[in-house]
Every structure is written in C-alpha cells, then in structure tokens.
C-alpha cells in the first residue's frame, strides 16, 4: 500500500505549530500514520492565502503532480529519494475540497541543532549548508561544532549525488540557496537531505507555485543579465511593449538544470572558502585550489566551467558526481584532529580544543574530531 493521494484536514488528528513562515505555517501531526511509509513521523505544510492566490487554479493539480511523481518511482529508487530529499507524499484538501497544504515527512532528529542565541537561550531548528558559509569563531559561538575540510567535500559530494538524483529524474531543483540544504556532519558519516523542494520542477510541467526569481545571491549570470536589461527598459521613454518586458521578465526568473549547476557550483564556492563574506562570495580562487589538491584537475575544472556566462558550456550534475567520486593519488586525507592546509583560524580552532570539550550536541576526542555525545567511541 502506499499512502494517499489526497487527505482531509479531519483525517489529520491533532496539529502543533512548529514554525510559520512567509508562505506557509507548518504543523506537526503527531497521530497521523500513512501506509507504506512505516512509522515515519508527518508535518503538515499549510500555503497561506496569498501563496495559494499566487499559483492559482492550478496549485492542487501542480502538487498532485508531485505526490505522483515520487509514487511512480521503483521502490529501490524511491527509498533512494526519501533517504536525501524531503519530498510531498500526500495533498490536504480544505473543507471546500481545494489543495490547502501537503504532508512531507519530518526532518530526522539528527538534522536538528541547539542554536546558542546573543542574548541566551537556544534556539532549535534545522542545521541549513549556510551555517558552513561563515567564520569559525562565529559558528563555535552558536554552539555548532567545527567542520574540517575532509567532511565539507564529503558535504559536497553528498549534495552533488541529491542534485544528481534529481536531474536524472528530470527535476529541475529550482531555487537553490544555503536554506534549502540541511546537514549532519557527524565526523563518522556527514550527510545532507534537500528541503523546500517547492520550487522544483518536473520537466514537461509547470512550476507549482509559477514564476519564482531566484534567491538573492544566488542568481547566475543569464539571470542578472536579464535583470540589467529589465530595469533599463523599465526606465526607457517611451515604454517598451509588454510583451518585451514580460519576456524579460520570464529570462530574469527561469530555473534549468544548467542555472542548479551554477548554484551548486556557488554552494561548493562557500563550503569549501568559508569565513567572513563567504556567504555571498563568488570568487572560486580558494574552491579552485582545495579541489585540484584534494580531487584533481578534472573536478577544478569543472568548477570554472560550472561558472560559465554561457549556460551550454556548464557541466552536468552526473559530471560533477563521477569527478567528486575520486581523490588525487598521494594525497593524504587529514586526521580530525587538525589539517595541515586548513585555514589559520581552522588551525586555532581545533588546537585549542581540550579532550573532553563540548559543544552542543558534539564532543571532542582526541585523536577522532568531534564525536556526538552519547555515540560509542571509535577504537
């Protein structure tokens, strides 16, 4: 049995907010069990009026849609894509029989972090990739435990696989930004999942919620080209057709596979080069360097192709995932404890450490890295 295409508000149970957003509120359901999906756990993603006015008419077919997609997979295939990507598995009608939300899986515990707050306290939500973008210091004192080198390309290696996954099942990814990734870095085996997956597509249909521009700082060349050309024409005199500036405008927001490689390539950019301004950063120098020592010539060069103005000249995700798949004969993979080519502040971070220091969830062990607490110890 699999779980349903469509369900009742009333066939919920009980709802618990557990976060509200721009969009949507989403809500834990915790009596709610689907067939086929074991004893997984559900939330309720309820589209607030606007979002749902934004799609339109269509929003119920377009998120049906999605909920079949994943059904007609294999079940090898499938269990494959639960494992990485946070995917609708069932639509919620309102009482007037229209598409209110969907029911997504929830996040994995171990996908959770106690964030250390300014003023005190903590705050627990999900560990998105951005929190790799910035700097040591600043990411210790949120209570998140350091990442060495070893573990972001692992990170990377793992997202070019999701990525990868996706584009073979003609999806495009769509909005891709350091929000939509999430992560566990245990030491032992760092993995990621895909969230937010709203603004995918599969090809041959529209976008659920339509035209959707592209996160800021995370646009790749085509789209500020169009964005360039868009706000010259809007200061022209006299004013340009509409048909010209909606064309533009379709130019400014179009989501490919070749725009997902840019952004992947930006993403791979700001794990591997992070520090202060290493969240909007766009240089690949440092990425570049990191890549050719770690994995070869090949995957460096497919990070300045992945940059190219010229959308058909990019890679693919496939070639991304074969070349990150190998590791530069005689290069030698860093204990936890401290990489001879990190970062000075890595290098102090990590030195300084006590066996026995704790952060958040996580502790150091001499001679392993960061181990989470209450896992048994490696010999």
Do not use: C
């Given at each position: 049995?699999?779980?349903?295409?469509?369900?009742?508000?009333?066939?919920?149970?009980?709802?618990?907010?557990?976060?509200?957003?721009?969009?949507?509120?989403?809500?834990?359901?915790?009596?709610?069990?689907?067939?086929?999906?074991?004893?997984?756990?559900?939330?309720?993603?309820?589209?607030?009026?606007?979002?749902?006015?934004?799609?339109?008419?269509?929003?119920?077919?377009?998120?049906?849609?999605?909920?079949?997609?994943?059904?007609?997979?294999?079940?090898?295939?499938?269990?494959?894509?639960?494992?990485?990507?946070?995917?609708?598995?069932?639509?919620?009608?309102?009482?007037?029989?229209?598409?209110?939300?969907?029911?997504?899986?929830?996040?994995?515990?171990?996908?959770?972090?106690?964030?250390?707050?300014?003023?005190?306290?903590?705050?627990?939500?999900?560990?998105?990739?951005?929190?790799?973008?910035?700097?040591?210091?600043?990411?210790?004192?949120?209570?998140?435990?350091?990442?060495?080198?070893?573990?972001?390309?692992?990170?990377?290696?793992?997202?070019?696989?999701?990525?990868?996954?996706?584009?073979?099942?003609?999806?495009?990814?769509?909005?891709?930004?350091?929000?939509?990734?999430?992560?566990?870095?245990?030491?032992?085996?760092?993995?990621?999942?895909?969230?937010?997956?709203?603004?995918?597509?599969?090809?041959?249909?529209?976008?659920?919620?339509?035209?959707?521009?592209?996160?800021?700082?995370?646009?790749?060349?085509?789209?500020?080209?169009?964005?360039?050309?868009?706000?010259?024409?809007?200061?022209?005199?006299?004013?340009?057709?509409?048909?010209?500036?909606?064309?533009?405008?379709?130019?400014?927001?179009?989501?490919?596979?070749?725009?997902?490689?840019?952004?992947?390539?930006?993403?791979?950019?700001?794990?591997?080069?992070?520090?202060?301004?290493?969240?909007?950063?766009?240089?690949?120098?440092?990425?570049?360097?990191?890549?050719k020592a770690r994995i070869g010539d090949t995957a460096a060069d497919l990070l300045d192709a992945s940059f190219s103005d010229d959308a058909k000249q990019r890679p693919t995700?496939?070639?991304?995932?074969?070349?990150?798949?190998?590791?530069?004969?005689?290069?030698?993979?860093?204990?936890?404890?401290?990489?001879?080519?990190?970062?000075?502040?890595?290098?102090?971070?990590?030195?300084?450490?006590?066996?026995?220091?704790?952060?958040?969830?996580?502790?150091?062990?001499?001679?392993?890295?960061?181990?989470?607490?209450?896992?048994?110890?490696?010999?």
């Amino acid at each position: 049995m699999t779980a349903p295409l469509e369900l009742t508000l009333g066939q919920l149970g009980r709802l618990d907010e557990l976060a509200r957003g721009g969009t949507a509120t989403v809500y834990l359901a915790p009596e709610l069990r689907l067939p086929g999906l074991g004893d997984e756990r559900f939330v309720y993603k309820k589209y607030n009026e606007a979002t749902k006015q934004s799609a339109g008419p269509s929003l119920g077919t377009g998120l049906s849609n999605f909920v079949r997609f994943r059904e007609r997979l294999p079940e090898e295939q499938r269990e494959a894509w639960d494992a990485r990507i946070i995917w609708p598995v069932s639509v919620v009608l309102d009482d007037s029989g229209a598409a209110d939300g969907v029911i997504m899986r929830l996040i994995p515990e171990r996908y959770f972090q106690e964030f250390t707050k300014r003023a005190g306290g903590v705050n627990r939500k999900p560990r998105e990739v951005e929190t790799l973008f910035g700097d040591d210091v600043t990411s210790a004192r949120k209570g998140l435990a350091w990442v060495d080198l070893p573990a972001r390309i692992r990170l990377i290696r793992a997202i070019a696989a999701a990525y990868g996954m996706m584009h073979k099942q003609n999806v495009v990814v769509g909005d891709i930004s350091g929000r939509n990734i999430i992560y566990d870095p245990d030491p032992a085996r760092p993995s990621i999942m895909v969230v937010d997956v709203d603004s995918a597509r599969i090809k041959g249909n529209r976008a659920v919620f339509g035209m959707q521009p592209h996160t800021p700082n995370w646009q790749p060349p085509e789209a500020l080209l169009a964005s360039a050309a868009l706000q010259r024409a809007s200061r022209s005199s006299p004013s340009p057709p509409v048909e010209m500036l909606d064309r533009l405008r379709s130019r400014w927001a179009i989501q490919t596979t070749a725009t997902d490689v840019y952004k992947f390539a930006l993403m791979t950019v700001r794990i591997l080069s992070n520090g202060r301004g290493g969240a909007v950063s766009r240089d690949p120098a440092r990425a570049r360097g990191v890549l050719k020592a770690r994995i070869g010539d090949t995957a460096a060069d497919l990070l300045d192709a992945s940059f190219s103005d010229d959308a058909k000249q990019r890679p693919t995700m496939r070639d991304w995932y074969d070349a990150l798949q190998h590791r530069k004969p005689g290069s030698r993979t860093p204990s936890p404890r401290v990489a001879a080519d990190e970062t000075p502040a890595a290098q102090k971070t990590s030195t300084l450490l006590a066996n026995g220091h704790q952060v958040g969830q996580w502790v150091w062990v001499e001679g392993q890295g960061w181990v989470r607490r209450g896992s048994r110890p490696r010999p």
